[in-house]
């Protein structure tokens, strides 16, 4: 009769541990949805690079327009890449881009602003040298 038990429980046991372990894959592999903003960006300095400009901006390689927002769904534990690329338009451009990964656990349930320097260099002429500086700003949201 002891020898039954034994049996039982060590069935129960792998039963019970296939269970929470099973519970934990799964809820470790949670996709969520968050919703990125391209808030703005925002010429902060320009020391005579240039006064025609292009800019783009991307969440996890998606285009986004400025005041316009994308979803994105990332597993937990996961990263939110962000893009910003400006470039000063003429014969020879001059550009600058910057990324930035955000991780998901660093979001806050209100929300998270995020925001990127690209930093733009002249590469040509008396004022060669020189930079422009863009501020690109992102509001990051999980979905409700």
């Known amino acids: 009769m002891n020898r039954i038990w034994t049996k039982a429980s060590a069935i129960l046991l792998v ?3 296939l269970i929470f372990n ?10 969520s949805t968050y919703i990125v ?16 400009w292009a800019i783009a901006a991307h969440a996890a390689g998606q285009s986004i327009s400025e005041g316009s ?8 534990g996961g990263n939110i890449k962000l893009y910003a690329y400006a470039e000063e338009q003429d014969k020879i451009p001059d550009e600058g881009d910057a990324t930035k990964n955000v991780k998901v656990s ?5 929300g998270s602003t995020v925001k990127l320097t690209v930093t733009v260099t002249e590469n040509r002429g008396r004022y060669s040298g ?14 409700s």
């Open 130 to 143: 020189h930079q422009a500086v863009w501020e690109f700003t992102y509001k990051i949201k999980k979905q």
């Open 106 to 110: 660093s979001i806050s349930t209100k």
């Open 15 to 17: 039963v019970v541990s």
């Open 22 to 31: 099973g519970t934990y894959a799964l809820a470790a592999s949670a996709t």
């Open 37 to 52: 903003t391209f808030q703005q960006a925002t010429l902060v300095s320009n020391d005579h690079v240039g006064n025609d």
């Open 69 to 76: 927002s994308v979803k994105v769904k990332v597993k937990s």
